[in-house]
């Protein structure tokens, strides 16, 4: 593998470890961006790359990215980002899961894992027997935090959707607000029922068409071809499936007034961020906007180091502030007139030391 510090990802990265278990099979990487505000917290990865490089470039790149979104969600975290590099079989036996485990024990806390991209909470049950760093752990109990983390990445997108509309077309209520919502999974389907509950005017798209049909149905919402959500007339485009949508031509066509969802990484290049602002459209960061899911998770770790549970209110608590921290970074982009994308990382930047 080459020298980390010369990829272009590399941004002065305090931590890459590279981790090798012969009898298991084991090779990962775990980076730590910054420990500024705590313990470099971050999912754990498994993937097939053809060209391991391709892991480190993950690596480099996700950590920093979870020390921005730790940051701007008020945790006491840094960022860091585990890469399983699988085999093309994408072989994972319990002996390959505790190798890892005992790998991060090893740092003693530096890095706090969970589950992202092929790796379920059961294998982070697995994991968990061999180290404390870990969260994301099945709720023990009535009215505790942890879990599925979908339906709290939900939840704050909702709240964000519905402060982006305040703040573009100076409205509190959603009744008739229009939403275009592409992909209902687990984050977009809750984020559509939060909002059909205000009766917001949906239309939805998802390329699992049976399933789509059965959610318009209970909530009274249109639907339309996947190809057709980005163009759809719209108040509010909230796209909860795939990155990297925002690019020269879906910008061009985008025909709403505000993006807000939970996609990560939804602008192709960083300079659409600038085309976004451009067309007058109101961008919610995605990392600030979708970060529900890592206040529980990071809730539920702190709690736990604290010898207690995290409760459900503790984490919505938390999770209601995102409102305030878009709106913060909105002001700012007026002010300025700076895209907010830029605006949301400069913000994050500053937090973690490094402006
Ligand atoms: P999911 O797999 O439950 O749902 C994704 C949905 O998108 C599926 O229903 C899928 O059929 C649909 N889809 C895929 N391609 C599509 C296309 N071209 N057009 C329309 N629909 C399409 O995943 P999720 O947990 O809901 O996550 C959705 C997005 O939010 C992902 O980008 C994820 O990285 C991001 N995110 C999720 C969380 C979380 O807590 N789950 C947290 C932060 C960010």
Not at 45 to 64: I, N
Request: hydrophobic share 40%.
């Amino acid at each position: 593998m080459t020298a980390f510090w010369t990829e272009p990802d590399f941004d002065d990265h305090e931590m890459v470890h590279v981790v090798r278990d012969r009898a298991s099979g084991l090779m990962a990487i775990i980076a730590v961006h910054s420990s500024h505000l705590g313990p470099g917290a971050g999912g754990t990865r498994f993937w097939h790359y053809p060209d391991p490089k391709d892991g480190l470039r993950d690596a480099l790149r996700l950590s920093r990215g979870m020390s921005y979104k730790n940051a701007m969600a008020g945790l006491a975290l840094g960022g860091g980002k585990a890469v399983i590099l699988a085999d093309e079989a994408r072989t994972k036996t319990p002996e390959l899961l505790a190798a890892f485990g005992d790998a991060v024990e090893g740092l003693g806390g530096r890095y706090v894992t969970a589950e992202d991209v092929g790796i379920s909470e059961a294998d982070m049950v697995a994991v968990s027997k061999r180290t404390q760093h870990v969260s994301g752990l099945p709720v023990t109990g009535e009215g505790s935090a942890g879990g599925d983390p979908g339906p709290f990445t939900a939840f704050g997108i909702y709240l964000g959707i519905k402060a982006a509309v305040a703040h573009k077309l100076g409205t509190d209520s959603m009744d008739g607000v229009h939403v275009a919502v592409q992909g209902t999974g687990s984050v977009g389907g809750g984020v559509a029922r939060l909002l059909a509950k205000d009766g917001a005017r949906l239309t939805l798209a998802d390329i699992d068409a049976d399933g789509v049909k059965a959610l318009a149905d209970e909530l009274g919402a249109d639907v339309v071809a996947p190809d057709a959500i980005m163009t759809t007339p719209c108040d509010v485009f909230s796209p909860n499936a795939l990155g990297a949508i925002l690019d020269d031509e879906s910008i061009e066509k985008l025909d709403t007034k505000i993006v807000a969802g939970g996609a990560n990484n939804q602008l192709a290049r960083a300079r659409h961020g600038q085309a976004v602002f451009e067309r007058g459209i109101l961008y919610a960061p995605d990392y600030v906007i979708n970060a529900g899911g890592i206040i529980s998770v990071g809730t539920e770790y702190a709690a736990r180091r604290d010898g207690r549970q995290a409760s459900r209110d503790e984490v919505n608590a938390l999770i209601e502030k995102i409102p305030a921290r878009l709106a913060q970074v909105w002001q700012k982009s007026d002010a300025d007139n700076t895209s907010p994308d830029v605006v949301a990382d400069r913000m994050a930047q500053e937090l973690i030391g490094r402006a």
